[in-house]
Nanobody
């Protein structure tokens, strides 16, 4: 059974930083493309960034240059370093992957950016 457990959310002021972590189990971690999605109140869930097994990365335009996704294949952890946070980044952030044709989500971690 695949399990994804996020941590690292919290409340910060605009311009602040947070690092999210996602601990994975139950899958061949190093072979999977992994992603961070987010969902703000009243909005649809959107892809923030993803990273392939070959460490290629993609970002939504609104976070390009501020966020950095990375992975630790030894410890099976996915990271999202978020710098220069803006109020518009406020959302629940979810870790995501697919395995054997199925989609898997973590439980989410709240990020709030407020002055």
């Amino acid at each position: 059974q695949v399990h994804l457990v996020e941590s690292g959310g919290g409340e910060v002021r605009p311009g602040g930083s947070l690092r999210l972590s996602c601990k994975a189990s139950g899958l061949n971690f190093r072979l999977n493309t992994l992603a961070w999605h987010r969902q703000a109140p009243g909005e649809q869930r959107e892809l923030v960034a993803n990273i392939t097994s070959g460490h290629s990365t993609n970002y939504v335009a609104s976070v390009q240059g501020r966020f950095s996704i990375s992975r630790d294949n030894v410890n099976r952890v996915l990271y999202l370093q978020m710098n220069n946070l803006e109020p518009e980044d406020t959302a629940v952030y979810y870790c995501y992957t697919e395995s054997r044709g199925r989609k898997f989500w973590g439980q989410g971690t709240q990020v709030t950016v407020s002055s």
